[in-house]
């Protein structure tokens, strides 16, 4: 059975940064492409930053480039995502999710099938 549960959340002041955790199990990384997505209140879901399961290749947002890095770790089970220099529009909730995009579709939270429960991120200015 596959299941993602993402933590690390939180309080931040705006410059500041966080490190969240998705504690994977039921896959492994060659079989589905993982990644982060976000929705803020009233907006729609944004996919955040991607890895793929093919080679590894990593996808971010325009928003979040250079601020942002996505990691796992297969040793843990674990993915992460570090965010640096954090604004107040980077407040949502965040998801973690797995799934088998097609290449172009890598950041598309709709070609992800499995999705954790959200941790909320909030930056205040």
């Known amino acids: 059975e596959v299941q993602l549960q993402a933590s690390g959340g939180g309080l931040v002041q705006a410059g500041g940064s966080l490190r969240l955790s998705c504690i994977t199990s039921?896959?492994?990384?060659?079989?589905?492409?993982i990644g982060w997505f976000r929705q803020a209140p009233g907006k729609e879901r944004e996919g955040v930053s991607c890895i793929s399961n093919s080679d590894g290749s990593t996808y971010y947002a325009d928003s979040v480039k250079g601020r942002f890095t996505i990691s796992r770790d297969n040793a843990k089970n674990t993915l992460y995502l570090q965010m640096n220099s954090l604004k107040p529009e980077d407040t949502a909730d965040y998801y973690c999710a797995a799934g088998r995009p097609i290449t172009s579709e890598t950041t598309n939270g709709r070609s992800y099938d499995y999705w954790g429960q959200g941790t909320q991120v909030t930056v205040s200015s």
């Open positions: 039921g896959f492994t990384s060659d079989d589905y492409a």
